[in-house]
């Protein structure tokens, strides 16, 4: 398989994740285009930091988890109504805390359920 042809399966991919991939909003590796914006390679990248932190027995609590989650939100809303552009490093690390909140948010759903369930 090619670079091109690996790349177009990447692209693929992530369109099918659900990015927008627009190029102004993506990080570059020569002249490949990431496969998902700046945001969401942060989002996947705290999903996994995240996933990887519960195996070892790491616990968050649920209020650190939202506040993780709303500081992506809050770029996003700064953004979306103009107050101030987002640049892709801050994108790249509020997604990384964004993505990581809701995988612990996650959690402390499904062991809440889990705990009340079980009584």
Not at 59 to 82: E, I, N
Not at 83 to 111: D, H, K, M, Q, Y
Request: hydrophobic fraction near 50%; aromatic fraction near 12%.
């Amino acid at each position: 398989m090619t670079r091109d042809e690996l790349w177009f399966r990447a692209m693929a991919l992530g369109a099918a994740a659900g990015c927008h991939q627009r190029p102004d909003r993506s990080f570059f590796f020569g002249e490949y285009q990431f496969p998902v914006c700046a945001r969401c390679t942060g989002v996947f990248l705290g999903q996994s930091a995240a996933a990887a932190a519960l195996l070892c027995g790491k616990r968050v609590p649920a209020w650190a988890a939202a506040a993780l989650l709303l500081t992506m939100g809050a770029d996003w809303f700064v953004q979306y109504t103009g107050l101030r552009e987002s640049t892709n490093p801050r994108r790249l690390v509020t997604g990384i805390l964004g993505g990581a909140g809701i995988v612990f948010l996650w959690f402390c759903a499904i062991r809440a359920i889990s705990k009340a369930v079980s009584r």
